[in-house]
């Protein structure tokens, strides 16, 4: 049975173990979530009794979705820049929703750059190509991702011929964007130096907000001294780049298509015209017209160059960085070469409003995959990513339920299973109504996520938490971006994780972290841990709880196997610490206890004795990473009997 033939209606096909569970509504398939099945069903129970078995330090959860929509499809390299709003360039991968980019409007190659914003971001491991543009730009991409040609849309991989017929990459082709990026300047004190010096020889007085807020910022750095006011003999490029910002901030512009800096003072000019010397831009100097003694330098070389300068120096005032408007058609760089790299990468894409995007210079699509799993086979890996089934009644039933005379108002916990705020949450909204629900019938309640879209209910969190307890937990394992990448495509970076750490703060509610899953011999460290826990105290984060990793049947075929690829002379050792299952060996577990214990306490992150992790239990909330907290049908709060009382058994979660 396919899923394309999943209907509602009485005697049509459902979803295998649906009985008992709920009714089907109907397949989705989004463009925007890139490869990924919704399969929506109206649940009869979502109020699940977690198994007594399961050594996790709450009873009950709430899961509003089965699968997971972090990890998806498609396709550029995490670190390709893209074009902001701004005029400044952000790495794919730091990319979220919400974000306001650059993106084009217009027929065929003549576009213009309009503002858009960042309606989705995924990622997932895919075959990576590298395409490299004659002027030294290298692009890593899947096969599916398309380019803007001269000659129109293009795939990265395709055939002239056959069933793989279709417009791809090829030695020659011109592709149209804005012009190759270029990196930002560093935050020197020489950079400092040159800002304030060209800023206020022209007058910083009178500057705009954003360039007086920078210039303030920098005048600590060197005291009573003005010794900045003064050019260098031989200033160094870090000077330059800083000189050539602050003069545009005061005395430049950019204006239909021209960017142009001037000033009367000679000294002033003559290090003007040496600075862009040395960064190779083309100009012509011409007078002004409203100050007959001011020199005046515009570039020249279009928008490419417009671009360049701004991402070399990094001026602060934002509306003059803006390039709304600006035709891109005429810029086209030519194609090198397009090869395989012969292995699998993290590929991240977004979605925008106008279905496209600039990637490193060049004019890229919104990518949207297709349908490669119709038949009904659910599995561990991909399907967990790519089929989700959706609780869509999910508010409703619960609200049912904890009226029912035999809730006791136990603690509830969510993210034990899958992440409620997934992607999928920014399009469903069912946490929303969910967290009402518990509050309005006095149940406490937690929250466990790796999921930006959870800022979205911070201002609701924080009426419930008048009315009953309420846990937050972020899980934040470490700041490596390369390994997270590696582990967790598709999820928020650490950065992000860390922000919505501070916006839990600043709104008011305690934010503890799960630093889970440890990965022993990669990520626990004592310098590792000693500074993730002060990055962790620095946003704010209450208490902190170390869990090493655990690999339950399914997690630990995956997750050999990618330990096998990526780090094979480990594999012996986590043999051994596994060798009895699916918990670390408890002498590895006394070794990461004694070793995070002393570095939690000396950033005020030590939940104190016996605060293990969820509802009622401590500051955080939290399970075991990948129990099974939602296995068989939801359980009837109405008919709740005492847990068997269960032999005390090896202790995961209360590590510390």
């Known amino acids: 049975m396919r899923w394309e033939q999943l209907r509602a209606g009485e005697g049509e096909p459902v979803l295998p173990g649906l009985t008992g569970f709920g009714e089907a509504v109907r397949t989705v398939r989004a463009p925007e979530f890139g490869g990924i099945t919704f399969h929506e069903v109206r649940a009869r129970s979502v109020l699940n009794r977690v198994p007594d078995a399961s050594m996790v330090p709450f009873r009950w959860s709430v899961n509003p979705y089965r699968g997971c929509s972090h990890a998806c499809t498609y396709c550029l390299e995490g670190e390709t820049p893209v074009l902001m709003a701004d005029g400044r360039a952000k790495p794919i991968a730091e990319l979220r929703e919400g974000d306001r980019i650059l993106g084009t409007r217009g027929h065929g190659v003549a576009r213009r750059l309009v503002p858009t914003e960042v309606l989705a971001q995924w990622s997932t491991v895919r075959e990576a ?14 096969a599916d991702h398309r380019f803007l040609s001269a000659r129109g849309w293009k795939y990265v991989r395709g055939s002239r011929f056959g069933t793989a017929q279709r417009p791809h990459l090829s030695p020659g082709v011109e592709l149209v964007g804005p012009g190759r ?3 930002p300047p560093d935050d020197t004190l020489g950079y400092r130096a040159g800002y304030l010096c060209g800023m206020l020889r022209s007058g910083g007085f009178a500057a705009e907000p954003d360039a007086a807020a920078r210039a303030l910022g920098y005048l600590p750095d060197f005291g009573s001294s003005v010794g900045f006011m003064r050019i260098p003999r031989e200033p160094d490029a870090h000077w330059a780049r800083g000189f050539l910002a602050g003069l545009f901030d005061l005395a430049g512009g950019y204006r239909r298509g021209m960017l142009s800096l ?16 040395r960064f190779s831009f083309g100009y012509e100097t011409v007078g002004h017209r409203s100050h ?3 020199r005046q330098a515009r570039l020249t070389g279009g928008t490419g160059e417009v671009l360049r300068f701004l991402h070399l120096t990094d001026p602060a005032v934002a509306w003059k960085r803006s390039l709304e408007g600006t035709v891109i058609g005429s810029v086209r760089r030519a194609v090198a070469a397009v090869e395989p790299l012969g292995l699998e990468l993290p590929l991240f894409d977004i979605t925008t409003g106008t279905g496209d995007f600039v990637a490193d210079g060049v004019v890229s699509h919104n990518c949207f995959a297709r349908n490669t799993h119709t038949y009904l086979d659910f599995d561990a890996g991909r399907d967990f990513d790519t089929q989700v089934v ?12 904890l009226k029912r005379p035999g809730w006791r108002r136990e603690p509830v916990a969510m993210g034990t299973n899958t992440d409620p705020y997934q992607r999928a949450e920014g399009r469903y909204r069912l946490m929303p109504g969910i967290v009402r629900a518990l509050a309005e019938s006095g149940t406490p309640l937690s929250i466990l996520t790796k999921g930006t879209v959870l800022s979205r209910d911070l201002p609701l969190l924080g009426s419930a938490v008048k009315d009953v307890p309420v846990r937050l937990s972020v899980s934040l394992a470490l700041l490596d971006r390369e390994v997270q990448r590696r582990l967790e495509p598709g999820t928020p970076s650490p950065r992000a994780r860390l922000d919505l750490v501070r916006k839990a703060a600043a709104a008011g509610l305690p934010c503890s972290v799960m630093v889970a899953p440890v990965l022993p011999y990669l990520t626990d460290s004592a310098d590792a841990l000693d500074a993730l826990f002060a990055e962790l105290a620095a946003a704010g984060a ?6 090493p990793l655990h690999l339950r049947p399914g997690a630990r075929e995956w997750f050999a196997s990618w330990l096998g690829r990526k780090y094979p002379a480990l594999v012996p050792r986590y043999r051994r610490l596994y060798s009895r299952g699916s918990y670390v060996d408890p002498g590895y577990r006394q070794r990461l206890a004694s070793r995070a214990g002393p570095l939690l306490r000396r950033h005020g ?22 129990s099974d907290t939602d296995s068989g049908p939801d359980s009837d709060p109405g008919h709740h009997q005492p847990p068997t009382p269960q032999p005390e058994k090896p202790e995961q979660l209360r590590l510390l």
């Open 390 to 401: 959706v609780k869509v009644n999910a508010p409703e039933v619960l609200t049912a339920q």
């Open 129 to 142: 190509y590298r395409i490299t543009l004659e002027d030294g730009t290298r692009l890593v991409a899947g």
């Open 542 to 547: 209450t208490s902190a709880t170390v869990l």
């Open 262 to 277: 001037a000033h009367d003072e000679t000294e002033v000019v003559d290090t003007l015209f040496a600075a862009l010397d």
């Open 181 to 183: 990026f270029a990196r």
């Open 292 to 294: 007959p003694g001011r």
């Open 605 to 626: 992150l030590d939940p104190g004795p016996g605060s293990g992790p969820g509802p009622g239990s401590g500051p955080g909330s939290g399970s075991v990473p990948g």
